[in-house]
């Protein structure tokens, strides 16, 4: 079991010394951006503008400029919500939970999928914004505020209400969380900045850092608090897709209307944030030269999450169809048999299709421990779990209990547009981040490498 260990330690850590990490990963920050970086750059730029460009024409003009219609009032914004919420999962999931669990594999990928959370839940945030119309003139309603009329309050029985607090609380305690892990990492810039003379950039991250000292007392201080923030966080990975899947569970809408929500939306959640965080650090991986850091075992390990809640996520596809032939409600049964042979069979079939089976090519070890293999199916889930928010809303809403209403649902540029908008957020805040912050936990990393080397000395001895 020793030697075991020891193999894994010298993989996570990439056979590296202290002094490598601290050179390896500040050069990305001290550097001029590269050619690769600023083409990158630009292509989030233009998506950015593109989708800016909708959104103003959008608000306005008011939301009659989307495709929704009398029946179908939520699509495209409530899926790409769900879908990025979702996305945002595993950065918390990969600090808090596996930080709990001593997981020492997560340390050098914990960085980039905290800020991966971050950034998506800003493009989850943007779309109950948007949907309010001219939200300048109404987004204080959703805040549990007194006016001047009386005492209005929101709907406190309302899960749209939950939603709220779930994701301002989990947004806050991830911030908190991932500007806390930076600390050490900004004081290691600064200090380098020092030694190279460069008085700008020292002022600047010892701003960032807070004076960090590195003494005893303060790592104690900052171990307690990382500690205290991960305990704070686990709960709100399961209760925040939780509570987004009871915006459709609490309904009577046939196909929306099932307890297995819940769970099902926590696993299709993490499913999803782990393909999107193989997706940007094989990307980082490659482009800041980080193949000692961001290891196969690394790819290996989230693969094997992959496999596990892929399964899952199957297993809830299959339960949804046994309960609506166990329940025997009509409207339930045909809801989800429109499902797979109605006008969206497409969207259902591919949703199975990326999400049931790509995942399964993963037991293979050949395939998930190749980087092109990963890179493809990585994207390939994201897709099938946009499918599958798009089947649980647009699919059960079009055809409803009176056939009268039944009705298709049809994207317009500007639903799109408001899609690419948020991978222009996304996309530019994740690039600013790699190259002004440091994206691989230095602190983290070094600690292995000192315990490692602890254990090899008193082993010789």
């Given amino acids: 079991m020793q030697v075991t260990s020891a ?12 002094a490598d990490v601290s050179h390896d990963i500040s050069r990305q920050v001290e550097g001029k951006p590269t050619r690769l970086w600023w083409m990158a750059f630009g292509v989030s730029l233009v998506l950015l503008t593109y989708g800016a460009y909708c959104c103003w024409m959008m608000l306005w003009n008011g939301i009659g400029m989307w495709g929704l219609n009398k029946t179908v009032g939520w699509a495209w914004d409530i899926t790409n919500f ?76 309302s ?25 050490p990492d900004f004081a290691v810039i600064r200090d380098r900045a020092v030694r190279m003379g460069n008085k700008t950039r020292a002022l600047i991250y010892n701003g960032l850092s807070f004076g960090w000292d590195g003494a005893a007392k303060t790592w104690m201080r900052y171990e307690s608090v990382a ?15 939780t509570i987004v899947s009871m915006d459709f569970a609490t309904s009577v809408v046939p196909g929306w209307h099932t307890t297995i929500f819940p769970p099902y939306f926590v696993a299709g959640a993490i499913f999803s944030g782990f393909a999107m965080v193989l997706t940007l ?5 490659k482009v800041f030269k980080l193949e000692d850091y961001i290891t196969i075992y690394h790819v290996e390990l989230m693969n094997i999450i992959i496999i596990i809640t892929g399964s899952i996520v199957g297993i809830a596809y299959i339960t949804e169809f046994f309960i609506a032939w166990y329940g025997q409600v009509p409207a339930e049964q045909y809801a989800f048999i429109n499902r797979a042979t109605g006008p969206y069979w497409w969207a259902y079939w591919s949703m199975m299709t990326c999400n049931v089976i790509s995942p399964q090519l993963f037991w293979f070890k050949k395939i998930r421990t190749n980087l092109v293999a990963t890179f493809i199916l990585s994207i390939i889930v994201n897709i099938g779990m946009w499918f599958e ?51 691989i936990n230095m602190a983290e990393v070094k600690s292995i490498i000192k315990a490692t080397s602890e254990k090899k000395s008193t082993h010789t001895h």
Wanted: proline share 4%.
């Fill in 281 to 285: 650090l094989l990307v980082t991986r």
């Fill in 227 to 241: 500690l205290i923030l991960a305990g704070l966080s686990t709960p709100l990975v399961l209760s925040v897709h």
């Fill in 7 to 18: 193999i894994r330690e010298t993989l996570v850590t990439g056979g590296k010394t202290v």
């Fill in 82 to 157: 769900v879908w990025w919420v979702g996305i945002g999962h595993a950065g918390t999931l990969i600090s808090a939970i596996l930080l709990l669990f001593r997981q020492r594999w997560r340390m050098s990928i914990n960085r980039a999928a905290e800020a991966m959370t971050i950034f998506a839940v800003i493009c989850a945030l943007s779309f109950p914004a948007f949907h309010m119309g001219r939200l300048w003139l109404g987004f204080y309603w959703a805040l549990p505020l007194p006016n001047a009329f009386g005492s209005l309050w929101v709907n406190f029985n």
């Fill in 389 to 439: 928010r798009f089947v649980i809303i647009v699919t059960s809403l079009h055809r409803d209990y009176v056939p009268s209403s039944w009705t298709m649902f049809h994207p317009t540029m500007y639903d799109i547009g408001q899609y690419i908008f948020t991978f222009g957020i996304f996309f530019t805040a994740f690039f600013l981040f790699a190259k002004f912050f440091p994206v």
């Fill in 159 to 183: 899960p749209l209400l939950w939603d709220v607090f779930a994701i301002s609380t989990y947004f806050s305690v991830s911030l908190v969380f991932w500007y806390m892990g930076l600390i």
